[in-house]
């Protein structure tokens, strides 16, 4: 069974639409996170969300914005696309007594 | 001064080699200390994690963690082929609970 989930794998969209990526985990982790990796596979946060709080919300566009319907999903949600948002985005969880972090497989999105 | 520093390579060793990864960094903040692999178009899969400077051996993996140095190292015995892939340092510090990552090291290792 996948640890953790993303869908879609794959998004190219044209600037300026609205877009979501959502993301699952049946590890039971009570904290959610969202990274961006860019085309130099710099991996850095955007998010991190624990029971329905969000903890961490680092230097991102508003047009950023997480969403968690509850403990087991995260769900990125971005409006008025640019071409400079193309990245791969992944999901990840951990246990907050914990700091090990498990990774989704990632969301390779392109803007056009 | 980046937080982290971490050589980009690409390292090409032979199969069977000693392979030696290596991160510094300099926020005294960090505390707990974790290697990931990263497989081109994957998600990084979590490989040895630690909180205390010494090492910590699992198989052919052992981390090594110097925290008066600031530097953290990861040590693959007996390299395989499949051992090809991006290997990113992180940290976490006790205030957040975000990692910050190093830039990643390109491993290949030839058959």
């Known amino acids: 069974d996948t640890a953790v989930s993303q869908t879609p794998k794959y998004l190219v969209t044209q600037m300026g639409n609205d877009k979501s990526i959502k993301c699952e985990q049946n590890?039971?982790?009570?904290?959610m996170y969202w990274y961006k990796q860019d085309s130099k596979k710099f991996l850095k946060i955007m998010f991190s969300?624990?029971?329905?709080?969000?903890?961490i919300n680092e230097t991102v566009p508003n047009r950023f914005s997480p969403k968690s319907p509850d403990k087991a999903h995260l769900n990125l949600h971005i409006n008025s696309l640019e071409l400079g948002d193309s990245a791969v985005y992944f999901c990840?969880?951990?246990?907050?007594?914990?700091?090990?972090?498990?990774f989704g497989p990632g969301t390779r999105l392109t803007v056009t | 001064q980046k937080e982290v520093e971490q050589d980009p390579g690409p390292l090409s060793v032979p199969e069977g080699a000693i392979v030696s990864l290596n991160c510094t960094y300099s926020?005294?903040?960090?505390?707990?200390f974790m290697w990931y692999r990263q497989y081109s178009r994957k998600g990084p899969e979590l490989l040895m994690y630690?909180?205390?400077?010494g090492n910590k051996e699992d198989g052919r993996f052992t981390a090594q963690v110097d925290k008066s140095s600031k530097y953290i190292s990861l040590f693959i015995r007996d390299s395989q082929p499949s051992d090809s892939a991006t290997y990113l340092c992180?940290?976490?510090?006790?205030?957040?609970?975000?990692?910050?990552f190093g830039s990643g090291t390109r491993l290949q290792v030839q058959p």
């Open positions: 590890l039971g982790h009570d904290t």
């Open positions: 990840a969880s951990s246990q907050l007594a914990k700091d090990e972090q498990y």
């Open positions: 630690t909180y205390s400077s």
């Open positions: 992180a940290f976490m510090d006790t205030g957040r609970r975000a990692l910050t």
């Open positions: 926020n005294s903040a960090f505390q707990y």
């Open positions: 969300y624990n029971n329905k709080e969000l903890i």
